[in-house]
Every structure is written in C-alpha cells, then in structure tokens.
C-alpha cells in the first residue's frame, strides 16, 4: 500500500478541483466496498474471497474508486506513528468545549524576583506559598480560583472584602479564576477584583476566569515582569507609570516594567506546558534551554560558550532533569560534566572535532 | 456562466455580513474582543460556502442552501459558522492529545516541528473523517488498521461478539469512502 504524502486539511482551494472531480460515490457502492474490506481485512480470509473482491471491483469503474478512496486512507494510517496516533486520535474526551471555553488564562513572569528571592530570603520565607526548586503545587484558593505554583515561586494570598489579590515575589504562576462567591452573597453583582501584584505593577484580570502564571526566567530580562494571557482579557498597570496601563488580550504575551510595557506579541503556544510538567521548545539556543532546565534544579548548570549557540528541538519531562541532561549528548555535539548532583557543565563533545 | 454569476452574487451578499459573523464567532469563543482567532475562523466559513456553491453547480449538492442562504442569510451564516467552529475545538483537543502522547516518547524519538505539522495535519484528517462514527466503532477501527490487531482480538479487548467488530470495521470503512474530500 503506497503511502501518500499527507496533505493539508486547511480550507483551501487547492483542494476543491479534487473535491469536484470525484465527490463521495453512491452510498449503496460505498456499502459494499466497506464489506468487502471487512473480509480483506479479516486474518481468516480465502483466496476465493481475495478473487471475488478483485472481480467486484472490476465490474464497474465506480467499485473501483470506492475502493481506492479507502485504500488512501488505510495507507494515511499506515503512515502514521502506531502508538501516538493511537493515542491522539482514540482519546476518550473528544470535545472539551466547556473546557475550552471557560477558561481564561494569563500567565506571568517576574525575572527580578529572581534575584531579590535569592539575596532576600525572608521574602520566600513570608509567602503563604512557596515551592522549592523542581517542585509544582496545585492549590484552591478560598474563591475556587486555581492556582498553580511553578519551580522555586513565592506567593502571598491576600483576600479581603475590597479584592482578591496574589502578591508574587518570585517565580511563575498559572490561575484559573472562579467567579466571586462573595457577589452572590451580597447580591451586588460586582465581582471583587482579582489582581496579581509583582515589584512592576499589578495586573489585573477581566472576566469571570483565569489562570496566572509568573516565573523567574532570564538574568538577561531583569526588572521586569512577562505576561501572558490565554483566555479574555488584563489589564496591566505598572507601578510607577500608572496612567500607562493598558489591556492585553487573550493570545498574547507582553513584557512590563515599573515604568513602561513592551509592545504585545502573540503568545508562546506552549507557555503552558510546565502546568503538565513539561518543557516545550523549538529550535531554542542551547544555553537559554539549559537556562530554563536550571530552574527546576537545584545547584548550577553552566553552558560552555563553544557549545551555547547549539539549537535544541523536543518536548522535555521536567520531573526528570538529570535524565534530560543525561541524553543531551545523543542529539548534540556536547558532553554533559558532573562534577557533582549540584555542578553541571555542558561541553564541546571531545569526540567531535 | 449565468448559473456562476448568481452563485457569485450569492457569495457577495452574504459577505456583507462578515462583521456580523465575526462578532458572532468572537462572542462564541468568549474573547473580550477581536483577535486572529476568529477572523480565521470567519475566513474558513466562507470558504465552506463557496465550496458548497461549486459544488451546487456541478449538481453534486441541492440548491436547498441556497434558498436558506438568500431567505436568512445570518441564519445560515450561524449554521455554517457553528460547524467550522465545531472543527476547530475538535481540532483542539485533538492537538492537546497528540502532545501528550508526544510527551510519553524518549526525547531521542521526539518530531521534529515539520514532521510534527505533517502527522498533526494527517492525524487531523483522519479524525475528522472518524468524528461521525460511535466511539466503540471508532476504537475498533484503530485497533485494526494502527495495531494490527485481529477482529478476534478486539473483539475481547472490547468486549464485545466478533460480528459486532465486523458491524464496527464495515461503518468506519464506509464512513473513510464517503468522505467529502
């Protein structure tokens, strides 16, 4: 069965001389073509059933095609990596729209807490919430809001009858928002606000539910803080210049300071994927990956110069860095040193030249 | 050349409802306000109809849509619109799916992002071919064409008679032979 290349499902028209040539056969045609492919595909099948199948599909050129058109599909499947396209295409929740629907993401992150939670660790020390290096934590906040913590975060939860706010000092949160309980209570209609305050502003979600992500990311980007909003819609304020604050919208990401935001840019589709434990990059330089695996470990991970402008490509389990580590020098030219569980040195493979 | 001039006519009149349509998909999605999303979304929906109305003049399709399509053009727009949209969430979950089977490999066998796309776009197809289909039905088909299994096999991995996997195997096949495109 040859295998054809896959070709594009998106609507174009490219796809429509085909489409006209030859649309679906008779229903009566495609029955019996789809029993004969039973009894073809059945491992108890004769050799008269193979002859008769033959003789059925060279009665009438519209057998012939019928069959051809299931034959294209069989080979599209034969193509197909057997146990990911199981998976994807058995999935039992076919549909989530609810899912997708509702939910309202934003995703942030504070590179400065970075340094001010290292030098400063009283600060981690206060938080309501923390998470060590490596760690993710998954908690309900009192409103139904959900709140997840990535590696090495600090959050304060600050509820009162005015609003609902998280003051993040350091790392990377995700929130699912709930609508305020308290409105109904009071019948008043108006939801508290709920608002993620950082060393550069607050930001502020609009609609009935979100997800706030921050984390401490790159030296390189100090002072600032990274949102991204998944679903609906924030606004952000930055601290010092308030009358700047503007609205960012859902599939967008943007970078703020005390004093200025960075023009939007469209989200990164997998700023995400840490919520599942995963790390998710494309063609990224091999000292900004390695930069982002040394969040979820503890100790320093350091990228030889030579070696840092090497483009990595996959989709990483977090939970296991030294394995990710471990298997580097299998896609790349790099040696991996451990001087120690806490000292890690990426190098020029000595066997490449 | 008539009959495509009026289709074309058609076509116009109902895209003077496009920003109709694309507060319409944008309420839909739940977005605050315009964004891409949608307006690809609106972009695939009248490619559907003028799909559809190609196919109208080749006598593959009844001129019924039409007729709904000049009475209530918004009615009509909604119809189409809500199908796209259909496809889009499905589409969604699918790619959610397919990541985290992606994520169950070793890092060794990861795709690269272009043959990533093109499994996706198959895997897609195929998935929109399988969506009319019962879930247990669906199950068999994979079972047989993506593991090999033998109708004995998924008939106890099932739990259910062998005629049933026959029943299951005959429905997918005609459902991939009456695909649209």
């Known amino acids: 069965m040859a295998s054809p290349l896959p070709s594009s499902t998106s609507s174009s028209f490219s796809s429509l001389s085909s489409a ?25 099948v004769s050799a008269a059933d193979i002859a008769a199948c033959d003789r059925w599909r060279a009665v009438h050129p519209e057998h012939e095609r019928a069959w051809q058109r299931a034959e294209a599909i069989g080979g599209k499947l034969a ?11 058995g999935r039992s929740n076919r549909v989530e729209r609810r899912a997708v629907l509702k939910t309202i993401l934003l995703l942030m992150s504070v590179p400065v807490g970075y340094a ?5 660790p009283w600060q981690q020390w206060s938080a309501d919430l923390r998470t060590a290096a490596g760690e993710r934590r998954t908690v309900m906040l009192a409103d139904g809001s959900k709140l997840i913590l990535n590696t090495s975060t600090a959050v304060d939860v600050r509820f009162d009858s005015e609003q609902r706010l998280l003051h993040l000092h350091a790392g990377e949160i995700f ?3 709930a609508r305020d309980p308290l409105s109904k209570e009071l019948q008043t209609g108006a939801n508290r606000p709920f608002i993620v305050r950082t060393a550069q502003g607050n930001v502020r979600a609009l609609g009935t539910r979100f997800v706030v992500s921050a984390a401490d990311t790159h030296p390189r980007l100090a002072s600032s803080t990274n949102v991204t909003v998944l679903e609906h819609a924030v606004e952000i304020r930055p601290a010092v210049a308030v009358e700047r604050a503007r609205v960012i919208e859902a599939g967008q990401q943007i970078r703020f300071t005390g004093t200025t935001i960075d023009a939007p ?9 840490w919520v599942d434990g995963r790390l998710i990059v494309n063609a990224m330089r091999l000292d900004d990956f390695l930069a982002q695996l040394g969040r979820y470990r503890s100790g320093l991970l350091r990228c030889d110069p030579e070696v840092a402008a090497l483009r990595i ?10 394995g990710i580590l471990n298997a ?20 020029p493979s000595p066997f490449s030249s | 050349m008539a009959a495509t001039d009026s289709s074309m006519q058609h076509v116009q009149s109902l895209y003077s409802h496009h920003g109709w349509l694309l507060a319409w998909l944008r309420r839909k999605l739940g977005h605050v306000s315009g964004n891409a999303e949608a307006a690809d979304l609106a972009q695939d929906t009248f490619v559907r109809i003028i799909v559809a109305h190609k196919r109208e003049q080749c006598g593959v399709q009844s001129s019924e849509q039409t007729m709904q399509a000049l009475r209530e053009p918004r009615a009509y727009l909604t119809t189409v619109a809500s199908r796209v949209l259909f496809n889009h969430y499905r589409r969604l979950s699918l790619e959610q799916a397919y990541l985290q089977a992606l994520d169950q490999l070793p890092e060794i066998h ?11 776009e198959t895997l897609n197809e195929i998935d929109a071919m399988l969506q009319a289909l019962p879930g247990q039905a669906r199950s068999a088909f994979l079972l047989s064409q993506l593991e090999g299994m033998s109708y004995a096999d998924i008939a106890v991995k099932l739990n259910v008679s062998l005629r049933t996997v026959k029943r299951y195997m005959a429905q997918a096949f005609e459902e991939c032979i009456m695909q649209e495109s």
């Open chain 1, 175 to 177: 929130i699912e928002t």
């Open chain 1, 79 to 89: 193509g197909l990596p057997g146990g990911v396209a199981l998976q994807s295409l």
């Open chain 1, 116 to 120: 001010s939670y290292r030098t400063l």
């Open chain 1, 328 to 347: 580097l020098p299998d896609t790349l030219p790099v040696a991996v040193l451990f001087r120690s569980r806490y000292w890690v040195t990426v190098i």
């Open chain 1, 265 to 273: 840019q469209a989200a990164d589709r997998y700023a995400t994927a």
């Open chain 1, 313 to 322: 490509t996959g989709a990483f389990q977090l939970d296991n860095t030294d």
């Open chain 1, 20 to 44: 006209e040539r030859a649309g679906p056969p008779d229903r009566t045609i495609a029955r019996q073509a789809a029993q004969w492919l039973v009894k073809l595909h059945d491992e108890h």
């Open chain 2, 110 to 120: 990861a795709p690269s992002p272009e043959e990533r796309l093109l499994i996706l």
